[in-house]
């Protein structure tokens, strides 16, 4: 079968619920569960926390809206969609920028998916049972240190990514996100429980909601910045991609909000479940990387039913990384897809083997590559880092002024409101965002984290 361009032959979401739970699929992931602890941790706690919200409310759910509706407009994917809305000029290179990213952050993302993978099976074999708090640590950093293991587990996750991706949209994406994601909810609330009733738990929520600003650095503002878009799925076209598969009766700003609210609830749940333990069992809220994995299994062990929670946890932190990770990949397959003519399959195919091949190097760079760094970071910090704080704000930022100036208002409003009415102050409070709050605030903190300016 041959698949002309052509909006009929594209596939796409079958109902309203199943465009919230693809879009909330992507968005809620490891950004969520072992990322966002883990740099609040780092960065110093509430305060973190609290300029990350307001990044996601003024910056986000603006820039979310943005993706959605040129998605639609266009019915393109990331690059093409600039093609399409702004022919011959140079938007479309924001595209670039994005498939770019999208390589990147699936190549660390696959290994971390990994690691809770090895974890699933560590939680069946009763893997952390009697061990104290300094044993789980070096369970972990021997895990991730090791040349091999690791490395099978990432090349397993991505060709699950890869087999989901290569079904398609709407029967691999949509059905799957559907029914796993209240059950991750559930299993949220019941370690916030645990955690809170821990001994010792109000320090932990004091570090998560009692802010100290004079902890703020530029760094961890830029970083706030930069995992507001990581979280919420933008500034990369994945949320383009996810929008030209969405219909015409879609309520654009609803369905913004909603997924800008789910991941950003679950965030908060994975700080509660988290830190709360952090303290009550004397680990050093900085430790990085490893803070969900070595945190939780301490939990486990003192919960009643702890043995069937942390393969239920595992599993669905391994689901809902999956949920986010074929999102990822299938920006680059759309792209490959629409702008080389390529079939589905080998789109899939060829993008799952190179993006794996730059995975195995930052797997490896946890261990015996270790030694060599850029910039101070190690190859998985690297991709981590540039992708997270350069390329996705800088996305974002010619994301917003695309719609804000270029679009112009009116189309813009057209879109939105083909879904169903709006109040016309929201939408001035849209344009508003878009046209000035986003990028200059992005600009700022973009050139203040890199040190070309200092605040
Ligand atoms: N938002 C996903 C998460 O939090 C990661 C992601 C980033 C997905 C960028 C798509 C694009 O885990």
Not at 313 to 334: G, K, N, P, W
Request: with cysteine; net charge positive; hydrophobic share 55%.
């Amino acid at each position: 079968m041959s698949h002309k361009p052509g909006i009929k032959l594209r596939d796409s979401f079958g109902s309203k619920f199943g465009v919230v739970a693809a879009a909330a699929g992507s968005a809620v992931g490891l950004g969520n569960i072992w990322k966002f602890p883990y740099i609040t941790g780092v960065y110093g706690g509430a305060a973190f926390l609290f300029v990350y919200l307001g990044f996601i409310l003024a910056i986000g759910l603006p820039i979310m809206l943005s993706e959605l509706l040129i998605g639609r407009r266009s019915g393109r994917n990331a690059f093409g969609a600039f093609k399409k809305l702004a022919p011959k000029s140079a938007w479309k290179y924001i595209g670039l920028l994005g498939i770019a990213a999208a390589f990147m952050i699936l190549s660390f993302y696959g290994v971390v998916a990994g690691w809770s993978i090895q974890y699933i099976i560590l939680s069946i074999q009763d893997g952390f049972a009697t061990k104290s708090p300094e044993q789980l640590n070096s369970l972990f950093t021997m895990l991730i240190e090791s040349p091999q293991k690791p490395v099978y587990l990432q090349l397993i996750f991505m060709v699950l990514t890869g087999a989901i991706v290569i079904v398609g949209v709407k029967k691999g994406i949509e059905k799957f996100t559907k029914i796993l994601m209240p059950i991750l909810v559930f299993i949220l609330l019941a370690l916030c429980v645990k955690a809170i009733t821990l001994p010792g738990a109000e320090r932990g929520l004091e570090f998560l909601f009692k802010p100290d600003f004079s902890k703020l650095t530029s760094e961890g503002i830029l970083s706030a910045l930069g995992h507001a878009f990581f979280s919420l799925s933008l500034g990369m076209g994945t949320l383009i991609t996810y929008g030209s598969y969405i219909n015409r009766e879609n309520n654009l700003l609803r369905t913004a909000v909603q997924v800008t609210a789910a991941d950003t609830i679950i965030a908060i749940l994975s700080g509660i479940a988290i830190f709360p333990a952090v303290f009550a069992f004397g680990i050093e809220p900085s430790s990085g990387p490893g803070l969900v994995f070595i945190t939780l299994p301490n939990v486990f062990q003192q919960m009643p039913g702890g043995y069937i929670f942390s393969i239920l946890f595992f599993l669905l932190l391994t689901v809902a990384a999956l949920t986010s990770s074929i999102s990822i990949l299938e920006v680059v397959v759309a792209y490959f897809k629409e702008e080389f003519r390529l079939k589905r399959k080998p789109a899939t195919i060829v993008a799952t083997i190179l993006i794996s091949t730059l995975g195995i190097f930052c797997s490896l760079s946890m261990g015996v590559l270790e030694p060599y760094k850029l910039f101070g970071l190690n190859f998985f910090d690297l991709m981590d880092w540039i992708s997270a704080n350069m390329l996705l704000p800088l996305g974002g930022l010619f994301i917003a002024l695309f719609v804000g100036w270029f679009l112009g208002a009116k189309k813009v409003y057209h879109e939105i409101l083909k879904g169903g009415s709006v109040k016309r102050g929201l939408l001035y409070i849209f344009i508003f965002l878009l046209r000035f709050i986003a990028p200059i605030a992005i600009a700022i903190v973009f050139m203040d984290g890199i040190g070309l300016i200092s605040l």
